[in-house]
């Protein structure tokens, strides 16, 4: 059982918009910057969205990321097949002081 | 370019040890927070171990008094020292260096990855 709480699956048609959630407490998503990212199976992950909102350079703006008070929410328009991965959000627990992640969402395009 | 490249993963008995490294290079290392993220076979991530830049140590429940983490700043190296290693440490460990010199953000360069299997 995760500490932050996703989906374990979401699915839109190529085009469309999906929206994934990561749900914590005031511990963790209520107290600190919440990250995200894609992950392809046999790969790495890669980070999508840092401090809630940001995005690294050279990832699309297709991506976006929000924060209210224990949740976070990872969208993502304009569905590309290529989009069809595993994401994950996380942030530091600050009760536990630890890293934690959700129990991640596959991501389907229909 | 920031490039972490993972070594020493293997096949262990439980209770045995083995040592993991990280090899970092593209950055100053010496400036940021370096972490341990493992994945078992088809599970999720879970954060294993961090050290922030000033050298301060962070463990997850799971692992605390079994692992130990450490850097060396000149060489640019993380390490993981794994003890009393249990079946359930079986995972695929990442080196994931993070934004900033603390823990509180997120993880911006991920290396490959190295295999641990804890199995008789």
């Known amino acids: 059982q995760s500490v932050l709480t996703q989906p374990p699956s979401v699915s839109a048609a190529p085009g469309q918009k999906v929206t994934i959630s990561c749900s914590g407490s005031?511990?963790?998503?209520?107290?600190?910057?919440v990250s995200w990212y894609q992950q392809f199976p046999g790969t790495a992950p890669k980070l999508l969205i840092y401090e809630n909102d940001e995005r690294p350079s050279g990832i699309p703006d297709r991506f976006s990321g929000s924060k209210s008070d224990t949740s976070a929410t990872l969208g993502i328009t304009g569905l590309q097949t290529g989009d069809e991965a595993d994401y994950y959000c996380g942030t530091w627990h600050s009760s536990l002081s630890a890293g934690v992640f959700g129990g991640g969402t596959k991501l389907t395009v229909l | 370019e920031v490039q972490l490249v993972e070594s020493g993963g293997g096949l262990v008995q439980p209770g045995g040890s083995l040592r993991l490294s990280c090899a970092a290079s593209g950055f100053t290392f010496n400036n940021y927070a370096m972490n341990w993220v493992r994945q078992a076979p088809g599970k999720g991530l879970e954060w294993v171990s961090g050290i922030t830049a000033g050298g301060s140590t962070y463990f997850a429940d799971s692992v605390k008094g079994r692992f130990t983490i450490s850097r060396d700043n000149s060489k640019n190296t993380l390490s993981l020292q794994m003890n009393s290693l249990r079946a359930e440490d079986t995972a695929v460990y990442y080196c994931?260096?993070?934004?900033?010199?603390?823990?509180?953000?997120?993880?911006?360069?991920w290396g490959q990855g190295t295999l641990v299997t804890v199995t008789s």
């Open positions: 005031s511990s963790n998503i209520g107290n600190n910057h």
């Open positions: 994931a260096k993070a934004l900033v010199a603390s823990m509180r953000v997120g993880y911006d360069y």
